[in-house]
């Protein structure tokens, strides 16, 4: 049953729920912004389940997203990544604008669910990146965010961990937070057991406890060129190797799975995190996809459904934008940024039918695939328990620091094998 977000009970969520930075942003907001933390918690305390982690790439895609959980009464997650949203950046959803959005969009629907809003893919490729990051990651908690995954994946695996370590310190630790071991960049350059606890191994010596893990696992981001998709077993094989450290998973590279395979993502692994992203903007612009949420080429081309997402009009404006710089279907994400505003310009029938499209696609998911439905008043209850804006971490520190020094991460990473697959691009 939902709460009503006038009732006693719901204000002292908002009182002690929301974290100091949402609190500042938003005195007088009736929006349950919460840390990512207390979403892994009600996730977990269902059990064989897991929630949506959508990347809002347009404003509509965020309000279909939200009202999907709300009938769901389902805990969920609006993110960006950095390469949507962050420095260099294809839509006009940012992270320093995102929390502004849901926190409006939460108001103006009368929305009581828990909502985190997390920076998806913060990249560190390099001693530069990091530099950046020290100073960015504060200003984007200072907008808004409430949970973030710090990705030096690209890295070799002692890097990678030392980068974690190093830009640990701008993190409130209250936020959530997410690391990755092994580019998603399908059957290639594949995570082990070895790869994931050498990171953790590593950070938990550091007294840092991540809430997810994000592994390659199989999965691709963007439009899905094969349908192996998620590796079950091997995810399985992972997570339990580093259950003894309370990390949950995050899965990367959603769209494109079949719903079976995602079921038993939810059903047989620990991951209570499911990123959705492309599947997300193509029902929202009415693209034609498959039951896994892929879009259908024709002659390597997006086919538009009429009567479905944005106006004909707009969509053969954004067509013909593409062909004159030669974008392939791939590319067509890119349109997000020069197109939003004529987006938003469109009649309210056909908004509303954009953002009534991701409503419905979510929901399914959230109800049919994940598990996720009825996962908001187990979040209500694990705020309450905590009477804190931070549920505090889910293991203690296991690893002997003097073991972790930088000297050592370096040596054991020299035991780790350094073939991660070919170097790219594989970002999205």
Request: aromatic fraction near 6%.
């Amino acid at each position: 049953m939902a709460w009503s977000n006038q009732s006693k009970e719901y204000e002292k969520l908002l009182e002690v729920g929301r974290p100091p930075n949402i609190a500042a942003l938003f005195p007088n907001s009736k929006a349950l912004i919460v840390s990512g933390k207390f979403i892994d918690r009600a996730l977990m305390a269902k059990g064989q389940a897991m929630t949506i982690a959508a990347n809002g790439r347009n404003h509509l895609i965020i309000r279909g997203v939200l009202a999907a959980a709300q009938r769901a009464q389902a805990a969920c997650i609006v993110e960006i990544a950095k390469s949507e949203g962050g420095h260099d950046f294809y839509c006009m959803v940012s992270y320093w604008n995102m929390a502004r959005q849901v926190d409006a969009l939460a108001n103006e629907l009368g929305l009581t669910i828990p909502v985190a809003i997390h920076a998806d893919h913060y990249a560190i490729k390099n001693p530069n990146d990091l530099a950046v990051a020290k100073v960015e990651v504060p200003s984007m908690f200072e907008a808004g965010i409430t949970s973030i995954a710090i990705d030096a994946s690209h890295l070799p695996d002692d890097q990678n961990l030392l980068s974690s370590i190093a830009i640990n310190g701008s993190i409130p630790k209250w936020a959530g937070l997410e690391c990755e071991v092994g580019e998603i960049k399908g059957d290639i350059g594949l995570s082990t057991p070895e790869d994931a606890l050498f990171l953790i191994q590593g950070l938990n010596a550091h007294d840092i406890h991540p809430d997810w893990i994000a592994l390659n696992n199989g999965t691709t981001h963007g439009i899905q060129a094969s349908s192996a998709g998620i590796q079950v077993e091997l995810t399985a094989q992972i997570h339990q190797a580093i259950k003894p450290y309370g990390l949950s998973g995050a899965q990367h590279g959603t769209s494109g799975n079949s719903s079976e395979r995602l079921k038993r993502i939810a059903k047989e692994t620990r991951t209570t995190k499911a990123n959705v992203a492309t599947a997300l903007q193509m029902v929202a612009w009415g693209v034609e996809i498959d039951d896994y949420g892929n879009a259908i080429l024709k002659d390597g081309a997006l086919s538009k459904v009429p009567g479905q997402g944005m106006s004909e009009e707009l969509w053969a404006e954004m067509v013909d934008y593409g062909a004159a710089r030669k974008y392939k279907a791939g590319d067509f994400k890119s349109l997000n940024l020069p197109f939003e505003n004529k987006i938003l310009a469109q009649s309210k029938a056909i908004r509303d039918r954009m953002a009534k499209g991701v409503e419905d696609f979510v929901y399914h998911l959230l109800t049919d695939v994940f598990n996720s439905t009825d996962t908001a008043p187990l979040a209500y209850e694990a705020i309450l328990k905590a009477g804190s804006y931070d549920p505090g971490q889910k293991a203690p520190r296991l690893e002997d620091p003097a073991e972790w020094t930088e000297a050592k991460i370096l040596e054991k990473g020299k035991l780790l094998n350094p073939d991660k697959g070919p170097k790219g691009n594989y970002d999205d």
